[in-house]
């Protein structure tokens, strides 16, 4: 059982938004401003999409955005497109005796 | 632009030692501005943080895995390796390596993981 919670599986159709949460404890998510989010395509490796709860790094659509309240954190991606069908995971840093955290990861699929 | 690749046997025998290297290119890792990490994927499942390095040799390790860990750091070949001993084929997964933003060297506190390794499939099987 993977330390944080996400759904198993999310769909949309193209040019719809999608959210994805992500749900922990006062002792990573809710603690500290440092979530990010992956997106993996299948075989490949994970790539950053949003790190700092919100932020974007370059090369990275604006369509992906993130946020958090409380101790949920959350992926929006917008305009959907036939190419963001992946797996996206969540990870937060979970303070200095477990330090980082996985979500369970979201199978977004574009009907 | 820093790519990590990472190196190993792709078999390993139960009650082994799984050994991976990771070669860092592009890049210093003794740059100090970053950890040096290890993540896994067991088939068909999530992520699961392994550890970290600093280029000094300090480590962090996920409290689950931690008596059976080893993450090292060699400066002059620009690598950090992974040891994980008494291996199982609950041990079976992709392995990626990855460098770490932190933003608190002190307490080991991170911020994301940017870039990754392509990872490498190891198979714990007799």
């Known amino acids: 059982q993977s330390a944080l919670t996400q759904p198993a599986s999310v769909s949309g159709s193209p040019g719809q938004s999608i959210t994805i949460s992500c749900t922990g404890t006062?002792?990573?998510?809710?603690?500290?401003?440092?979530v990010s989010w992956y997106q993996q395509h299948p075989g490949k490796a994970p790539k950053l999409m949003i790190y700092?709860?919100?932020k974007r790094p370059s090369g990275v659509s604006n369509r992906f955005s993130g946020s958090k309240s409380g101790n949920t954190a959350s992926l929006t991606i917008s305009g959907l497109q036939a190419e963001d069908e992946a797996d996206y995971y969540c990870?937060?840093?979970?303070?200095?005796?477990?330090?980082?955290?996985f979500g369970g990861g979201t199978k977004l699929t574009v009907l | 632009q820093v790519q990590l690749q990472e190196s190993g046997p792709g078999l390993v025998k139960p009650s082994q030692t799984l050994s991976l290297t990771c070669t860092v290119s592009?890049?210093?890792?003794?740059?100090?501005?970053?950890?040096w990490s290890w993540i896994r994927q067991p088939p068909g499942k999530g992520l699961e943080w392994i550890g970290y390095?600093?280029?000094?040799?300090?480590?962090y390790y996920n409290p689950s895995l931690k008596s059976r860990v080893t993450i090292s750091v060699d400066t002059s070949k620009n690598q950090f390796s992974l040891k994980l001993s008494s291996v199982t084929a609950a041990d079976t997964a992709v392995y990626y390596c990855?460098?770490?933003?932190?933003?608190?060297?002190?307490?080991?506190?991170?911020?994301?993981?940017?870039?990754w390794g392509q990872g490498t499939l190891v198979t714990v099987s007799s």
């Open positions: 390095i600093y280029y000094s040799g300090s480590t």
């Open positions: 592009g890049g210093s890792i003794s740059s100090g501005d970053y950890y």
């Open positions: 990855a460098r770490a933003t932190y933003y608190d060297f002190w307490s080991g506190a991170f911020e994301w993981f940017d870039p």
């Open positions: 990870c937060s840093y979970a303070g200095s005796s477990t330090f980082a955290v």
């Open positions: 006062s002792s990573d998510v809710g603690g500290y401003n440092y």
């Open positions: 700092d709860v919100s």
